[in-house]
T-cell receptor
Framework: GNSVTQMEGPVTLSEEAFLTINCTYTATGYPSLFWYVQYPGEGLQLLLKATKADDKGSNKGFEATYRKETTSFHLEKGSVQVSDSAVYFCARITQGGSEKLVFGKGTKLTVNP | NAGVTQTPKFRVLKTGQSMTLLCAQDMNHEYMYWYRQDPGMGLRLIHYSVGEGTTAKGEVPDGYNVSRLKKQNFLLGLESAAPSQTSVYFC?????????????FGQGTRLTVV
């Protein structure tokens, strides 16, 4: 199948806390994987991506490693800031035809000062 | 650089009315998509297009139609709006190819059907 499962929120953290948002995918091969972020009142924007197994995507202090053994792409950040408050979506490209993005249900993160 | 622009940004419809949402991109992208976003459901693909003059159904196409007469525009139509179509609609585009291209999103259209 072409699905993505991510941990459901909401997640509330204090500033400088460690963040992990879990994401797993189903696939028969090695699809490209993405994390998108949606700030309040805006559309989604790409946060990071990985295109093959063992790749690590990183941006703005966030990281995610493409792990084929566990079919996972967990998002991590060592020290979150209030400005990281947003909804985070894990996504993958479908396989076997035209290029479609399939999204997880999203995880809302709130970071308190 | 405008990127992806959606119009209108907000709309309230009565049940049974029709409307068209317009998506325009200025990046010469081949692929365009319409998604709806509902609480607890994430983004679900309604229809998409892999090039000018082509359209295809996504995950939740019922009640919607689309057209891609020009490469830069992708229109989403509701012929007879229903309260279940109350949602936030997002348009996106990608350059396509090789399965790892970035999608660019519009700011969204908040539609309420009463």
């Amino acid at each position: 199948g072409n699905s993505v499962t991510q941990m459901e929120g909401p997640v509330t953290l204090s500033e400088e806390a460690f963040l992990t948002i879990n994401c797993t995918y189903t696939a028969t091969g090695y699809p490209s994987l993405f994390w998108y972020v949606q700030y309040p009142g805006e559309g989604l924007q790409l946060l990071l991506k990985a295109t093959k197994a063992d790749d690590k995507g990183s941006n703005k202090g966030f990281e995610a490693t493409y792990r084929k053994e566990t079919t996972s792409f967990h998002l991590e950040k060592g020290s979150v800031q209030v400005s990281d408050s947003a909804v985070y979506f894990c996504a993958r490209i479908t396989q076997g035809g035209s290029e479609k993005l399939v999204f997880g249900k999203g995880t809302k993160l709130t970071v308190n000062p | 650089n405008a990127g992806v622009t959606q119009t209108p940004k907000f709309r309230v419809l009565k049940t049974g009315q029709s409307m068209t949402l317009l998506c325009a991109q200025d990046m010469n992208h081949e692929y365009m998509y319409w998604y709806r976003q509902d609480p607890g459901m994430g983004l679900r693909l309604i229809h998409y297009s892999v090039g000018e003059g082509t359209t295809a159904k996504g995950e939740v196409p019922d009640g919607y139609n689309v057209s891609r007469l020009k490469k830069q525009n992708f229109l989403l139509g509701l012929e007879s709006a229903a309260p279940s179509q109350t949602s936030v609609y997002f348009c996106a585009s990608t350059s396509g190819g090789k399965g790892h291209t970035e999608a660019f999103f519009g700011q969204g259209t908040r539609l309420t059907v009463v």
